[in-house]
């Protein structure tokens, strides 16, 4: 049985032009021998009637959040539609189809409402559809709990609902259909050469999705990397075959070879409205230092860029937590600075670690724009620089041109 899980977006089903698109990619991939599994997310962007956003403003006119489980009652309803909507126009199209909800599909979560996460994945009752040759078409984002009640799992959980799918029905590939091409070298509307790129390693991609590009959720890739599942992204109006997301690439051996760290990197990307928090004369013992970063946690305060020593501690939160921070650290016997409007700037590139050049190649792009790095930090496959936010898509140019991403394929 050769199954394929396509997952559609929400701006791939925003009209019903886009949708009999969707419906086209359904029905090639039956014509050639695969049996489709389809995950669809909530029609079209906030706005849209029955986008996800627009559903959670029905409960939070007044400006009061309603309790999560009737949020996640709520929230689940935009992919139902969507399933039901899609499932009905493949059958106009002459194939048997039947619309689920996770539930019904099989999908078992914990209760942590709004960002529940899959336990496990009733198999066979997906396979008594294709068995029978009918084409599940399954609302994304959503499950439940043993005790029957509906989750949603959060931001991009569509994604995960592919990628969780894939892996428990052993899919030939998992294709995430998008309104764009694949993924690409850098942002399109910064850089102007971007470049979309063949073939990349999950690892490569969960850096990029994890540094702020939506193309895919982090979650999906981590889910297809752990169970060594093939993920396309490809583009519901456009038969361009995509980026292939995948262990091993077809140039792996070119990328990493010796001629110099301009060919260890696939991409750059941006992410906007960081605050970079410098905590210093901390008049207080361990335990004290311990339980602020507990309160911090506590208060929904993620940190990230974190380097800490004795003297001070410095690290980067998304903007829109400024205040929250600021009110809690007034509670502590220490002094503060934030400084706000920046944006962390990422070159990503698997298994650079350890091979010279590739961080003064960082430095000497910046410097040739006259940019200051405010602080940097690494990974295995990444480097990152605090940058003011006015001057990050210079830096994100400069880099893009300097590493040559626009010769990437």
């Not at 029905?27 to 627009?54: I, L, Q």
């Not at 999950?202 to 982090?218: L, R, S």
């Not at 800490?308 to 600021?326: A, C, V, W, Y």
């Amino acid at each position: 049985m050769n199954i394929i899980v396509q997952k559609f977006g929400g701006t791939s089903l925003a009209t019903s032009e886009n949708q009999m698109d969707a419906i086209n990619k359904i029905v090639s991939a039956a014509k050639n021998g695969y049996m489709p599994v389809v995950v669809v997310s909530a029609m079209g962007r906030n706005g849209s009637p029955y986008a996800t956003d627009t559903l959670k403003s029905l409960l939070s006119i007044d400006g009061t959040m309603p309790d999560s489980r009737h949020m996640d009652l709520l929230l689940s309803c935009g992919e139902v539609i969507s399933a039901v909507i899609l499932s009905d126009k493949l059958k106009k199209a002459g194939y048997e189809s039947e619309a689920l909800t996770g539930w019904q599909a099989g999908i078992v979560t914990n209760d942590h409402f709004g960002c529940a996460e899959i336990l496990s994945i009733e198999k066979e009752v997906l396979k008594s559809y294709l068995e029978k040759d009918i084409i599940p078409v399954v609302s994304g984002f959503q499950g439940i709990t043993m005790d029957r009640e509906i989750t949603t799992l959060g931001r991009g959980g569509s994604d995960t609902t592919a990628a969780a799918l894939g892996a428990a029905l052993n899919a030939d590939c998992v294709e995430i259909y998008t309104d764009v091409d694949g993924i690409m070298t850098a942002d399109p509307r910064v850089v102007d050469d971007a470049c979309i790129l063949e073939e990349m390693h999950y690892d490569e991609v969960f850096q990029m999705a994890d540094q702020g590009a939506k193309v895919i959720h982090p979650r999906a890739v981590e889910i297809a990397r752990q169970n060594n599942l093939s993920v396309r992204i490809k583009n519901t109006r456009s038969d361009h075959p995509g980026t292939l997301i995948c262990s091993q690439r077809q140039h792996f051996d070119l990328r990493y070879s010796s001629h110099g760290p301009e060919h260890l990197l696939t991409a750059v990307t941006q992410k906007n409205d960081i605050a970079q928090v410098i905590i210093s004369r901390m008049e207080t013992g361990l335990q004290e230092e311990s339980r602020l970063f507990e309160d911090m946690a506590n208060c929904g305060i993620s940190i990230d860029m974190i380097n800490f020593s004795p003297e001070r501690k410095i690290f980067t939160i998304e903007e829109g937590k400024t205040i929250e921070l600021k009110n809690l650290l007034e509670n502590y016997p220490v002094q503060f600075n934030v400084t706000p409007q920046l944006s962390k700037v990422t070159v990503i590139g698997n298994r650079m670690t350890g091979i010279p050049g590739v961080m003064a190649t960082v430095f000497s792009a910046l410097a040739e724009e006259g940019i200051r790095i405010l602080q940097s930090s690494d990974s295995h496959a990444t480097i990152s620089c605090l940058v003011r936010q006015n001057e990050a898509p210079r830096a994100v140019q400069s880099l893009h041109r300097f590493f040559k991403l626009h010769r990437r394929k």
